[in-house]
């Protein structure tokens, strides 16, 4: 049977990695346990006939995906000046959908500000953070952190755009270390332009969800994070943004010693986030679980024992100094 463990008992060996999955959202607030966005929108009734068509044309459930293609097609049309139709009409009925379900399923800033000290502390031990999770509570947790330490998260956007040299940002600057923070999925934050640029979004912490919505809204720009489909899918949205292929193809491979897990469940359908830690130095891995489910563990020992890790070990999920608790 394998070890299970309060956090306490390990922390002071892992503190390399953490990489954030869809459990780490819902603790804080239980409407991110929807299984997909789109799953919402349909049970919320914002997905109609015609929208869900498109859906169904593009052999997807990922917005994302969705409404990329029509802004472009829409751009186009513009530039042809092809008159407004079917297109534009299908865009805005994709785009209300996805902000209506947004607006419904998110937390708002006060419900969640009462956990971020506990969660940039968490997160502050950690020389890299890899958040899968689209919403913005890593994000708010980091800048609550900043407020307090000093520039010691960087997500590698200054101020706009992604750099090159992410890597000399692990020099610390402003603060006494540094962590850098990636969304290999993407993130609201972070949006195209109508020029094709990738973008982070800015706004005060309690407004900046409807500043992003508006930005939506008014088709200044589309969102880019990816939170359907299957791996094979979510690889292909991978490969259409610069950010997102980077730290796909150069964070992950390069992370090292040891990594712990907190809220994914290393599902088939991140299949190709497990072949990039595959390729890293990666040799021993700490995993929340909860309620000491043993054939939970056993799964996971034997997927990450499958690609190449060493040591692994569990710890309670909701044991003192993890995460918000």
């Given amino acids: 049977m394998p070890d299970f463990v309060e956090w306490r008992d390990i922390r002071d060996n892992f503190n390399h990695t953490v990489l954030l999955g869809n459990g780490a959202s819902m603790a804080v607030h239980p409407d991110f346990g929807y299984g997909s966005l789109y799953e919402a929108a349909s049970q919320m009734g914002f997905l109609d006939g015609a929208a869900r068509t498109v859906f169904q044309r593009f052999n997807t459930c990922d917005f994302e995906l969705v409404l990329r293609r029509l802004w472009y097609t829409s751009l186009i049309n513009e530039a042809f000046g092809n008159q407004p139709g079917a297109v534009e009409q299908a865009y805005q009925q994709v785009r209300t959908a996805l902000i209506q379900t947004v607006r419904e399923t998110h937390v708002a800033y006060a419900d969640a500000e009462d956990h971020l000290p506990n969660i940039y502390r968490f997160l502050k031990r950690f020389d890299t953070v890899i958040s899968l999770n689209y919403d913005l509570i890593v994000y708010w947790s980091i800048m609550f952190g900043n ?105 992950i491979p390069s992370l090292s010693d040891s990594l712990v897990i907190y809220g994914w469940n290393l599902s088939v359908q991140d299949e190709h986030i497990l072949n990039q830690l595959q390729k890293s130095s990666i040799t021993r891995v700490a995993v929340s679980v909860r309620n000491n489910d043993v054939l939970y563990m056993q799964r996971v020992e034997e997927t990450l024992r499958g690609i190449g890790v060493r040591q692994v070990c569990f710890y309670d999920s909701e044991s003192e100094g993890c995460w918000m608790h």
């Fill in 147 to 251: 407020r307090t330490l000093g520039r010691w998260f960087k997500d590698g956007f200054m101020p706009a755009t992604f750099r090159d040299d992410w890597e000399s940002l692990r020099d610390p600057y402003g603060a006494e270390r540094a962590t850098l923070v990636f969304y290999p999925h993407g993130n609201l934050i972070l949006s195209r332009t109508p020029a094709g640029a990738e973008i982070k979004l800015s706004g005060g912490d309690d407004r900046l969800l409807d500043v992003i919505l508006a930005r939506w809204e008014g088709r200044e720009a589309i969102p880019l994070f990816v939170c359907e489909g299957t791996a094979g899918h979510k690889k292909s949205a991978i490969e259409s943004a610069s950010y997102l292929q980077r730290v796909y193809r150069e964070v």
